[in-house]
């Protein structure tokens, strides 16, 4: 049961913002990067049986879909009352509880609360080829679709892991029985689906867009990823980097009698999107300047897909500004130190599993629209800030520049 009096404290107490706990998810499959300045020792926090420590999620109010071992809350945010104590609450918990006042008349209406969240993934070795499922689809078996978008922050990514691009859909000369017959012998051997696709290498201080139905095999970078608040997808391809991946990966999300019907499974795909013949036209995201000035530069790196959008804001050293936005958004700090409204914030340089940080927030509508102050303490390095935004965010660009 919420605790509304603390809720409501904590939430004036920011002044209308809330700091939140980090939030670290493991995957049972594939390699973790380490560059989630997580402590070593607690990659396997949870267990060898739950697998590596590969993602970091901000501002979540949705469970992640981690199979019967995981805790009901897994992915789930949590706002920390105060340094000097463990007291904690889901950020679902304080948007069920303030509503409007924390994410704004708009998203309430629409979506009854947060209908995005954002993540670090970081994996070591490439992701399997997989298509995360339209809404259409995921209405069948009672989910959400997930359009996503990738960015690729310079200060987290030292190094690129084992594969340093992405696949997205598959070639356009690509006859849909091609894709079809590699799936029917799914559990023969490797089906080298990547075969029919096609990989563009990662440039960082960039991102892509990839709607729901457009499969894709992300590279080994660490990627901010801003996305629908889903955690739907079917795996088509088997053999990763020698590791298997079972059968059951690519029709979990199919209702009972699909499962073995291949029309169905590859009718996840919008094949269209997937063989568009100028993919990286329509779908890559070179940063766009929203806003600079001597003291800070702000770049949009997610942006005109109409589910979620995000920003880069830089504040050079020694300054001090006021930014305002027109909606509630969270953030993540990824280089520097300073304060963050009400509160000292600084990037992470080592997290232990389980301890507070003051590198992550919460930004309800109403202090966005008053601005936040934001002092940089350094005298050397920037400030630098990933801020993710729903969909009603109105200074979203609608369009992509010509590259």
Known sequence: MADKALIKKTFEEGKGVFRLMPTFVPRRFGKAGHRLKLHPDDYYALGIERGSIKERWFSSTIAANNGPLAA???GMSYVAVSPDSDEKFTLKEAIDTLGAEVVGEELMEKYGGWPMYSKFFDFENPLFHH???TFEAAARVGKLGKPESY???????NYSGECNATYFGFDPDTDPEEVKERLRHYSDGDTRITELSRAYRVELGTGWYTPAGVIHAPASYLTYEPQWNSDVN????NVVSGEIYPRDMLVEECPEDKKDDIDYIFGLLDWEKNVDPHYKKTYF?????????EQYVEKWVSYANGYVCAKELTVYPGQT????DPAAYGCIFVQGHGRFGEFDAETA???????QSADEYFVSEQAAKAGIVIENKSKFEPIVILKHFGPNNPDDPKTVPEV
Request: hydrophobic share 30%; no cysteine; aromatic share 8%.
């Open 234 to 237: 079917s795996v088509q391809e």
């Open 72 to 74: 009901p809350d897994e």
């Open 151 to 157: 960015y690729f922050p310079k200060q987290l990514n």
């Open 349 to 355: 340089t080592m997290l232990r599993f389980g301890q």
């Open 131 to 133: 298509v995360h499922l």
């Open 285 to 293: 995201r070179p940063p766009v300047v929203h806003r600079e000035t």
């Open 321 to 324: 500004v006021t930014i305002s």
